[in-house]
Structures are given as C-alpha cells and as structure tokens.
C-alpha cells in the first residue's frame, strides 16, 4: 500500500501552504494602525454605547488620527511594549 505522497506531492502542498500563511500576514496589515472605538462597537454595541458616555470617549472626539506611540500604548489594541493590556474605559 501506498501512500500517495511523492516529492513533488510534498513540495506543492508545502508551497501551496506557505503562501497561505504568507497571504495571511500580509491582510493583516500594520499592527500600529490605530483601529478605533468604532470598529469595536461591531461585536460590542452595549460596551461601546456605556463608554462613549465617558471621559475618553469626548477625548477620543479631539484625535487627529494620526498614531502617536505614547497614546497607543494605552489607547491601542495590543501596543503595549510588554504585550496587550485591557484597561476598562479606555478605548480601541
């Protein structure tokens, strides 16, 4: 009995995966692109509904846009230099 799994087999499939994987390290972009409040009341409506009645939500209102490393830090998804950090009423 055999397999079926020649050399060439074996390579396409590997070559076929690494793209795959590469594909998908490219659509995800830039992890320092700020994604917005917004953006989280997709999944989070009640969440994001209680929180831009707080003070970071009318701060928020004043951003340029613009990702400065200081703010994302805390204001970011995932920016932290030690790795992602939840704070609550902070937004995404």
Not at 3 to 25: D, F, K, N, Q
Not at 45 to 55: E, F, M, N, V
Not at 64 to 86: F, M, R, V
């Amino acid at each position: 009995m055999t397999s079926g799994l020649t050399a060439p087999r074996v390579v396409a499939a590997l070559t076929v995966l690494v793209a795959v994987i590469a594909a998908g390290t490219v659509a995800s972009g830039n992890k320092r692109d700020w994604t917005g409040s917004a953006a989280c009341g997709s999944c989070h409506a009640p969440q994001l509904a209680a929180w831009k009645l707080t003070a970071h939500a009318t701060t928020a209102k004043r951003f340029s846009g613009k990702a400065d490393t200081k703010c994302l830090a805390c204001h970011g998804t995932g920016e932290a230099p030690a790795g992602p950090a939840i704070a609550i009423e902070v937004g995404c």
